[in-house]
């Protein structure tokens, strides 16, 4: 999952993508057939108070212009039809000067993109301790408070894991084998923040199959 987009004084503009490949392909939903079960909410919040709920794209200009905090939610899911990858949920913090200009800026949205070293069929191999590289994209000054947890339910239970590195927003999370069951999934949780305020709480139970 992925979002962003631009503000033009007290008028945001954000955009969200439930599926970005390592290169930032956006995936769509016309890669496959459409499900019918599908279905996804995305919500926003200005100063802790929900003024925008809809689907993938917020366009909203507010009458009260000055700073603000805002807070970006998204969950999605595909009820089964897509095993992998076909749950998630994302929330960014930013905030914004609100002020009277008519230039756009882009927002500034933590993204993590994942990665792994995996079989023909994407799968991980069962029982084995495996490296996945998470690539953080769109700090503002020095990232911190980066965590990570893995989960082999389906996200009933969370175990906290190492999350190592942090060079050019490069994490290496690491899952340990008791998370990698075969025929299960290998699901991951990862929390950052950036020095300007910024912060990106990501969540899929089932991010990566296992043979």
């Not at 929900?50 to 905090?69: Q, W, Y």
């Amino acid at each position: 999952m992925s979002a962003g987009g631009q503000i033009t004084g007290a008028r945001p503009q954000l955009g969200i993508q439930d599926s970005v490949n390592t290169a930032g392909r956006p995936g769509t939903y016309a890669d496959f057939n459409v499900p019918q079960r599908w279905s996804s909410t995305t919500r926003l919040y200005r100063d802790g108070v929900l003024v925008a709920d809809k689907g993938s794209t917020i366009d909203k200009t507010f009458t009260d212009a000055g700073p603000a905090s805002y807070e970006l939610t998204r969950s999605f899911t595909s009820q089964g039809v897509f095993p992998m990858g076909g749950e998630g949920t994302a929330t960014w913090k930013f905030s914004a000067d609100g002020s009277a200009s008519t230039e756009a800026t882009p927002v500034r949205l933590l993204n993590a993109t994942l990665d792994a070293s995996l079989d023909d069929l994407n799968r991980a191999r069962p029982g084995r301790l495996l490296d996945v590289t998470a690539q953080v994209t769109g700090a503002q000054g020095r990232l911190h408070g980066v965590r990570a947890w893995v989960t082999a339910d389906g996200g009933k239970t969370w175990t906290r894991t190492a999350a190592l590195g942090g060079r050019g927003g490069r994490y290496h999370v690491i899952a340990p084998p008791s998370s990698l069951v075969s025929g299960g999934f290998l699901g991951l949780r990862l929390t950052v923040q950036d020095s300007a305020g910024g912060m990106l709480d990501l969540t899929l139970p089932r991010a990566i199959p296992v043979h």
